[in-house]
């Protein structure tokens, strides 16, 4: 959301951008873009506040100021056990997941000058569901091997995505068309190994393909804060270079970016991001899609959204799971289902609307 430059002046900001230019001292500059900021705000209160109604979701409801009592030590042993232990993990497992997806889904979008360049059509996530299945149908794996097989596959399958589409370089064009095969080729492993598994496998296999955060503890939270812990300050310290790669490799270059190496790097980071969400909460899908385009509309800004993507990552994956909730009665469905639903409406809308803007 702002940028800093030293020794160099500061710009002058587009007529009605929104953008102000602001000079500090030893000739730092400091691009501030109100509208990214209060985006940004907006969206770090809403992820707040649903996390707050969400711990009181569920069959013994809690008021959302009981809630934050309880958060703050001043709850009933009641309460302390079910906010705490009970539902805590899981709504902290929704916010990071979601926020690693969105994250992730700027990267993938950016690098591949795309919007429709994500994990969900890339293949990735259908690598961490081959990985993860290997371990359920072959190996009889508990959870902490799958997660592991998650994280083994996904990395495995970005590697092989990055070279077949490498030539003198990643275009963005080939690198969605390759991950759009090697996702046929992952979606055809899949269904064969849930046809030869037997069916106690096949059965536990399908429940982990749905998606869910249902059970989820505090097992499943410290692996994935560490994940985001170390990748997120990454990705954000090349946000600048990401920018500029989207201005095109050329222009990168003659601003002295690191091109390929830079997008390796991006890559990896992101890849390891979804691999990280998958193993904590199964393929969560569209919100990687998403999150970036819808954090890019509200912005109104022409570059990457890191942060804001994250953020609406959030937010999009704790209303998901809200909704799962208390949208069908009695039946809770898994929060995957309930991405899959508007994930795919919006990918329609997307498609409708490049295509009349002519792009394709």
């Known amino acids: 959301m702002t940028d800093k430059t030293p020794g160099t002046p500061a710009a002058e900001a587009p007529a009605g951008s929104g953008l102000r230019a602001l000079r500090g001292p030893a000739g730092i500059s400091l691009r501030v873009e109100p509208r990214a900021q209060l985006t940004g705000l907006l969206l770090a209160v809403a992820t707040l506040a649903l996390a707050v109604v969400l711990i009181g979701t569920g069959d013994f409801e809690i008021a959302p100021w009981d809630v934050v009592q309880t958060l703050l030590g001043n709850g009933t ?57 290997v371990v359920i149908t072959v190996f009889k794996g508990g959870a902490t091997e799958v997660a592991v097989g998650a994280v083994v596959g996904g990395v495995l399958a970005g590697a092989a995505v990055y070279l077949l589409a490498y030539k003198q370089g990643i275009n963005g064009y080939r690198l969605v068309l390759v991950g759009i095969g090697a996702s046929a080729v992952l979606v055809a492993l899949i269904q064969y190994l849930i046809a030869k598994a037997q069916l106690v496998e096949a059965t536990r296999a399908m429940v982990w393909l749905t998606g869910s955060l249902a059970g989820r503890d505090w097992a499943q939270v410290w692996p994935l804060l560490a994940t985001c812990a170390v990748l997120f300050p990454l990705v954000l310290g090349q946000s600048r ?59 109104r800004s022409p ?36 991405t899959g639903l508007v994930g795919g409406v919006y990918l329609l809308w997307l498609l409708v609307t490049e295509r009349r803007a002519g792009r394709i």
Do not use: C, H, K, W
């Not at 994250?310 to 309930?338: H, K, N, T, W």
């Open 241 to 299: 270079a990401l920018r500029t790669i989207e201005m095109g490799d050329d222009a990168a270059y003659a601003l002295g970016v690191r091109v390929e190496r830079t997008r390796m790097l991006l890559m990896l980071a992101a890849i390891l991001l979804t691999t990280a969400a998958a193993a904590a909460a199964g393929p969560i899908s569209f919100v990687a899609l998403a999150a970036p385009q819808l954090a890019r509309r509200l912005t």
């Open 77 to 133: 042993p009641a309460d302390d056990f079910i906010v705490n232990d009970l539902r805590l993990p899981r709504v902290l497992v929704a916010v990071l997941v979601g926020a690693a997806l969105g994250m992730a889904g700027a990267v993938f979008q950016s690098v591949s000058r795309n919007p429709l360049g994500s994990p969900d059509l890339l293949g990735f996530g259908y690598g961490s569901a081959v990985g993860a299945l």
């Open 303 to 338: 570059g990457t959204n890191l942060l804001t993507g994250a953020l609406m990552g959030a937010v999009l994956l704790l209303a998901s799971d809200l909704a799962s909730q208390r949208a069908f009665g009695s039946d809770q469905l898994p929060v995957g289902v309930v």
